[in-house]
């Protein structure tokens, strides 16, 4: 794809989602103007929790909340750039991070997320950085972390960046981390992701760090997961009912289970 298409499309992107919001292009579950990425990664988590929070808002359990706050934390260490200024930076071919809301279409269903972070060299984006707070099993990655970050992949490429050496790296620390070291988490990864690169002509696997572990992967599509997603979508397009979680360990940990119709 020309450089020209993803410069013209986030030049344009205000003014798309403005009228997204004005004339739907699509009907979706509880008038929403588009579906939100981290909600489509949170069906596969249970599905229902995302409806429930959509019918009464945003509710978190005592451990939950935890990991938002540093998710919010790190999310204030990070600047969000001036579209203008990103453009011209990009372009440059300088080496940059950029935090930035992306938009795509999945067979008419508008889909829109907000990127943690994305590393630029050369006018390419080189790796996509998907932030994940727990005190458990960061040694482990799942479905719906995974499909996070393919779908932020996804729409980069259809956007128009060109992703031919893109990696996508899901990033698993602990919740109480220390609060200086947020800033410098990104280019520590990055450093440790090139590293790998230099000596592996596919960069695929597992790095801990300090405390930290990266989930990491050469972005190449969705692959089968293309009907997965296809699949969830239904729900949103209103062909069939939220459906419940099958594992009820999830459960007792949810904000929602008093308002769980399951």
Excluded at 51 to 72: M, Q
Excluded at 87 to 106: C, N, R
Excluded at 147 to 161: D, N, T, V
Aim: aromatic share 10%; proline share 3%.
């Amino acid at each position: 794809m020309s450089n020209e298409k993803w410069i013209e499309s986030l030049r344009t992107q205000s003014r798309r989602l403005r009228t997204l919001k004005k004339s739907p292009l699509i009907d979706l579950v509880h008038d929403l103007p588009w579906v939100r990425i981290r909600d489509l990664a949170d069906q596969f988590y249970c599905e229902l929790k995302v409806d429930l929070e959509l019918r009464f808002g945003k509710k978190y359990a005592p451990e939950i909340k935890k990991g938002s706050e540093v998710h919010k934390k790190v999310d204030s260490s990070l600047k969000r750039v001036n579209l203008r200024k990103l453009i011209e930076d990009i372009v440059s071919g300088k080496s940059l991070f950029a935090k930035f809301t992306v938009d795509f279409k999945f067979e008419d269903v508008p889909i829109v997320g907000e990127l943690d972070q994305a590393f630029f060299r050369e006018a390419k984006p080189l790796y996509l950085l998907e932030l994940k707070s727990t005190n458990y099993n960061l040694d482990r990655i799942y479905t719906g972390e995974k499909i996070q970050a393919l779908l932020y992949g996804l729409a980069l490429e259809r956007m128009g960046f060109d992703c031919s050496k893109l990696c996508l790296a899901v990033v698993k620390v602990r919740r109480d981390l220390a609060e200086e070291k947020y800033s410098k988490l990104a280019s520590k990864v990055v450093q440790e992701l090139d590293l790998v690169r230099s000596q592996e002509s596919r960069g695929i696997g597992k790095k801990k760090l300090e405390s930290e572990y990266i989930h990491f992967w050469e972005y190449n599509g969705l692959g089968e997961l293309e009907g997965e997603i296809r699949e969830k979508l239904n729900y949103w397009t209103k062909i069939r009912d939220p459906k419940p979680v099958q594992n009820p360990n999830k459960c007792k940990w949810c904000a929602y289970k008093s308002f769980c119709i399951k």
